[in-house]
């Protein structure tokens, strides 16, 4: 039913106490809103130490205590006051801003809805003064030490309408412990304090941002993340992203803050997602701590009430400053890289229970067989002598000399000395191993490595294909595969439509496909890195994305997805038995390969179990 059309009123000037309550209704959504809002403030007047206290999710009470530089007893009633600051006074003031908070009416906005209370001393004074309800109370003295304190009660105490869409207690407090992290992250210069109706919730002390970062996002994102400081003129991005393989099922581990605020920005975001594209599930989300830094006069904080949002003034350059910074970052995870190595199971991670592994790519159904090495190249009765378990570095080296390089790998095998590998110049080690036709076991210098052969030598193959596509735009030619017979298969209208259609989209991917008939199409050539895969197969795939997503799409867009597919149809499959020296090789491809920590899908290609883990299991020591 629509309601009644209001009779005619004149135009006339709202009184202050509803303007400052409708600014309410923008500023102040919740008792988190507060918390932010407050906390903002005691960080732009210096605060080293803060303290907040919340009652009833704070709903009931907001008290938040900081070091800061303290307000003059003079100036007290004009923090309550309307579009009153000290922090910007000129059109460029708000053009460079600098501050947290600026707009001058948070303060006002809350004591319009909630009873608000201002203790504070600075430095020259010789005790604290107050000031109780509005701009209109008296200043008083009172007590107190150096800095401020904003007391705020009862929210909402006289809009009951606001009250009633409030959430429960505890829902409530737990948007207000969110906004407090969320500024802890990004100032661990500071030490901050959270107690809820009477109890201290957390405790951080001023530390550096790598021990702050895992108290309050856990040790499990410590133990999984990657450093990433870059600069680029103005541009300073700084921080900690997460490894694919700790990423999570939803978004809640991802911190973003621009000259120190926290924001929610879709083109930041955007560079971010894109970042991790070929490294991670689509379905799946990353966590990071990331921060950038830069003149404040390229960014307009100024576009949202709660100025959780952004403008850049050149919103391309810092999308592709940030996409480009996290995507080194990621392309370093290869297991030649300091602190990329996926975490290791460690002995305290080994318990009774038994570990599941689950297969992604293959469902086999095949015995437990394990491919072991024979006959033993070593004297009857050593340590050496049994096949398939661990052998000396020099005897491995002479292992991984013997053979050429087989279809898997055209890497060159260089000899490997007892001293390199004790080195750990060969950070997978060298294979011991296959196990259920899946999984390659190796020995490195810390234990035992795992490796899922086929996660593997996909991101090998996948890494392979971008740059081979990507030589194209310096004008070098893929290398094909010319088929000596080619490979006919019965095709429907729409794919001999398709492939008609994008012929020059195909020879640009190094694929040769024409139709023969209405009904028929012969692949006659493919690209050498998959020559050893079902061309037919391959055919199939490529012309249903052509078909879907177009030609020119393909190639820009959707290019890392379709490469992924002809990637996996190419790489090895379970229950091949690899020869000692084709596993040797993997590993040492996978060495040399970016991002060959996570397939394409960003799960773990290898696992490090160490040897304190295996003596744990076995009880050595106990």
């Given amino acids: ?6 009779a005619h009123r004149p135009i006339q000037a709202l009184p202050d106490q509803l303007i400052s309550q409708i600014a309410a209704g923008e500023v102040v959504e919740r008792p988190s809103a ?22 009833e999710g ?28 000290s922090k910007i006074s000129s059109l460029h003031d708000l053009e460079n801003v600098n501050t947290l908070g600026f707009r001058g009416e948070a303060l006002a906005s809350i004591a319009a809805v909630a009873a608000v209370s201002v203790t504070s001393r600075t430095a020259d004074a010789a005790h604290a003064w107050e000031i109780v309800g509005s701009h209109l109370g008296a200043v008083a003295p009172s007590s107190g030490a150096l800095g401020t304190t904003i007391d705020v009660q009862d929210l909402y105490f006289n809009t009951p309408a606001r009250r009633k ?13 969110e906004v407090v992290r969320r500024i802890a992250l990004a100032r661990p210069d500071v030490s901050f304090t959270l107690s809820h109706n009477g109890r201290t919730i957390d405790q951080w002390n001023v530390c550096e941002m790598a021990r702050r970062s895992a108290h309050i996002l856990g040790n499990d994102f410590a133990a999984a993340r990657l450093p990433i400081d870059e600069s680029a003129g103005p541009l300073r991005i700084h921080g900690y992203a997460g ?13 973003f803050y621009v000259n120190g605020r926290y924001v929610r920005d879709k083109l930041l975001v955007h560079a971010v997602r894109a970042a991790y594209q070929d490294v991670l599930h689509g379905d799946r989300f990353p966590s990071y701590v990331l921060a950038l830094d830069l003149d404040p006069a390229l960014v307009d904080v100024n576009v949202h009430p709660s100025k959780i949002e952004v403008r850049f003034r050149d919103s391309r350059a810092v999308h592709q400053f940030v996409f480009h910074a996290v995507q080194r970052a990621l392309a370093q995870t290869s297991a030649t890289s300091f602190g990329s190595v996926p975490a290791p199971l460690t002995a305290g991670d080994i318990g009774g229970g038994t570990s599941t592994w689950r297969r992604e790519h293959e469902q086999t159904s095949f015995g437990a067989q394990m491919s072991t090495f ?14 398939g378990v661990a052998q000396t570095a020099d005897s491995y080296g002479a292992l991984f000399a013997s053979s050429a390089p087989q279809t898997i790998t055209q890497m060159p095998q260089p000899v490997v000395s007892a001293q390199a590998m004790s080195n750990d110049e060969y950070p997978l080690g060298f294979a011991l191993a296959q196990l259920h036709g899946i999984y390659i076991l190796a020995q490195n210098t810390k234990g035992l490595v795992l490796i899922d052969m086929h996660a593997a030598h996909e991101r090998i193959l996948y890494e392979q294909l971008k740059t081979a596509l990507d030589a194209q735009v310096d ?13 006919t298969f019965f095709a429907d209208a729409v794919e001999v439509g398709t492939a008609q259609e994008n012929q020059d989209t195909l020879r640009k991917l190094g694929f040769d496909i024409g139709a023969l008939s209405p009904t028929t199409l012969a692949v006659r050539s493919v690209p050498v890195l998959l020559k050893n895969a079902d061309a037919q197969t391959l055919a199939r795939d490529v012309l249903r994305d052509v078909r879907e997503f177009g030609g020119s799409r393909v190639l820009i867009e959707r290019r890392n997805e379709l490469l992924g597919t002809l990637a996996c149809h190419t790489a090895v499959r379970a229950n091949r038995i690899l020869t000692v020296p084709e596993m040797n090789a993997l590993l040492r491809q996978m060495e040399s390969t970016e991002r060959a920590d996570q397939c394409n899908h960003g799960r773990p290609t290898w696992v490090q179990l160490e040897i ?6 076995f009880l050595r020591g106990q």
């Fill in 1 to 6: 039913m629509n309601a009644p059309i209001p």
């Fill in 34 to 55: 507060v918390v932010k809002e407050l906390l903002e403030n005691a960080l732009d007047a210096g605060s080293t130490q803060i303290t907040v206290r919340l009652e």
């Fill in 58 to 85: 704070g709903v009931k009470r907001i008290a938040i205590t900081d070091n800061g530089r303290g307000i003059p007893p003079e100036q007290l009633p004009l923090a309550l006051a309307r579009h009153a600051t």
């Fill in 165 to 177: 869409f409030l959430k429960s207690e505890q829902t409530e407090y737990g948007h207000c412990a």
């Fill in 243 to 255: 490894l694919p393989t700790a990423s999570k099922a939803r978004a809640d581990g991802q911190f």
């Fill in 374 to 387: 024979s006959p033993s190249p070593y004297p009857a009765g050593s340590r050496w002598d049994t096949p």
């Fill in 475 to 487: 004008g070098q030619e893929m290398q094909v595969q010319a088929l000596l017979i080619p490979v």
């Fill in 612 to 617: 304190s883990a295996l003596d744990k299991l």
